[in-house]
């Protein structure tokens, strides 16, 4: 089976802009998770969707923002970008909604830069 | 006080060495993750425990639920294992939410 895909891989946007970031699980896979990557703070989660059903979402402000599709492929967005944005953003998928029971998978990430 | 500490956040070592990193964490738990990750940012989970122990080829994952402790150790270090490892709990409250240590950076010398 093909793993977690990511795009863009890469990106830079300057303040103000807004970003939309797409991730596909694995084939079957009908749980996504974002998680946000930086220096500072190291990972942190975002939300987690199922059944394009948002499920739980972490401490960080109505600017960032997501959705999952009927085929479990998920968007995160992220409006007003701000300097602190800049991260290494990550999704995870894992098979089912069995809470706390199941590995996730990681795709590679999206790296933002935001100038 | 991070819910989740890893030590230590760095340790350098030679190759055939023996590793053990620790995770203390705060909370009450459903399970405990250990996930690697290389320069570029990939992540990988190695192990994902809710006691006892877990062996993979020459990694090995402990959990103490009573102490809220757990240890991740490398049996003959390689050069390949240098990466950061990374300490996440799944809380009791909090269903998919996975909370993470800081990392720690191994570096494993030939």
């Known amino acids: 089976k093909a793993g977690v895909t990511q795009t863009p891989r890469y990106l830079i946007k300057t303040r103000g802009q807004q970003v939309t970031l797409s991730c596909s699980p694995i084939?079957?896979?009908?749980?996504v998770s974002w998680y946000q990557q930086t220096p500072g703070q190291g990972l942190q989660f975002l939300f987690e969707y199922f059944s394009e059903t948002q499920r739980n979402k972490g401490n960080f402000p109505g600017r960032f923002s997501g959705r999952q599709f009927s085929n479990s492929r998920s968007e995160m967005n992220v409006s007003t970008l701000e300097l602190g944005d800049s991260a290494l953003y990550l999704c995870?998928?894992?098979?089912?909604?069995?809470?706390?029971?199941?590995?996730?998978?990681f795709g590679p990430g999206t790296r933002l830069l935001v100038l | 006080k991070n819910e989740v500490e890893q030590s230590p956040q760095n340790l350098t070592a030679q190759e055939g060495e023996f590793i053990t990193i620790n995770c203390s964490y705060s909370v009450g738990i459903s399970t405990l993750h250990w996930l690697q990750q290389h320069p570029g940012g990939g992540i990988v989970s190695l192990f994902m425990l809710s006691s006892g122990k877990k062996k993979h080829g020459r990694l090995i994952a402990t959990i103490n639920i009573q102490e809220k402790h757990s240890s991740l150790h490398i049996t003959a270090s390689h050069p390949r294992d240098s990466a950061v490892y990374i300490c996440?709990?799944?809380?009791?409250?909090?269903?998919?939410?996975?909370?993470f240590g800081q990392g720690t950076r191994l570096t494993i010398n030939p």
């Open positions: 995870a998928s894992s098979p089912t909604q069995l809470a706390g029971q199941e590995t996730q998978y």
């Open positions: 084939s079957g896979h009908r749980s």
């Open positions: 996440a709990v799944r809380p009791v409250q909090g269903a998919q939410k996975l909370v």
